[in-house]
């Protein structure tokens, strides 16, 4: 029988590292989706926080941003791809708290938006003939 040149203790010393990296990797791996799931939750309080502060009107652009990134954060988290939903997860929440901010700080100096030019309105639609033709738009 052949003996190994090693002493004892390095075998048990390689097995003990290989053991620590084996938990080290299975705890981080199941970083991925707990991390991914508060930061939608985060962005989720943030956007609800900025509605509430007016910011569909006060701050559209980072309102809509902000609904948009976190749509595609839950999207990327349903297809196991957490690094991309973390991602998108961190551009909601800040577009959130900037919807927020800056529809706080526009209600405090008393800017609101004109919404009068922003109504539509609509033309009765012309009465229908069965006389064939082009059709009118």
Same mark, same amino acid.
């Given at each position: 029988? +052949?003996? %190994?040149?090693?002493?004892?203790?390095?075998?048990?010393?390689?097995?003990?590292?290989?053991?620590?990296?084996?938990?080290?990797?299975?705890?981080?791996?199941?970083?991925?989706?707990?991390? %991914?799931?508060?930061? /939608?939750?985060?962005?989720?309080?943030?956007?609800?926080?900025?509605?509430?502060? #007016?910011?569909? $009107?006060?701050?559209?652009?980072?309102?809509?941003?902000? /609904?948009?990134?976190?749509? $595609?954060?839950?999207?990327?988290?349903?297809?196991?791809?957490? &690094?991309?939903?973390?991602?998108?997860?961190?551009?909601?929440?800040?577009?959130?708290? $900037?919807? $927020?901010?800056?529809?706080? &700080?526009?209600?405090?100096?008393? +800017?609101?938006?004109?919404?009068? %030019?922003?109504?539509?309105?609509?033309? +009765?639609?012309?009465?229908?003939?069965?006389?064939? #033709?082009?059709?009118?738009?």
């Amino acid at each position: 029988m +052949e003996r %190994s040149n090693r002493p004892a203790g390095a075998s048990r010393l390689a097995v003990s590292r290989l053991l620590i990296l084996s938990v080290a990797a299975a705890v981080l791996g199941a970083c991925g989706p707990t991390k %991914s799931t508060a930061l /939608i939750m985060d962005a989720d309080v943030q956007l609800e926080a900025a509605r509430t502060a #007016g910011a569909e $009107k006060l701050a559209p652009y980072e309102y809509t941003a902000a /609904i948009e990134y976190l749509h $595609k954060a839950r999207e990327e988290q349903g297809y196991a791809d957490f &690094e991309v939903a973390i991602d998108f997860a961190n551009k909601a929440l800040d577009n959130a708290v $900037k919807a $927020k901010k800056k529809s706080m &700080e526009a209600k405090s100096e008393g +800017e609101l938006p004109d919404i009068s %030019s922003s109504r539509m309105t609509f033309e +009765e639609p012309a009465p229908a003939t069965d006389e064939p #033709g082009e059709p009118t738009l």
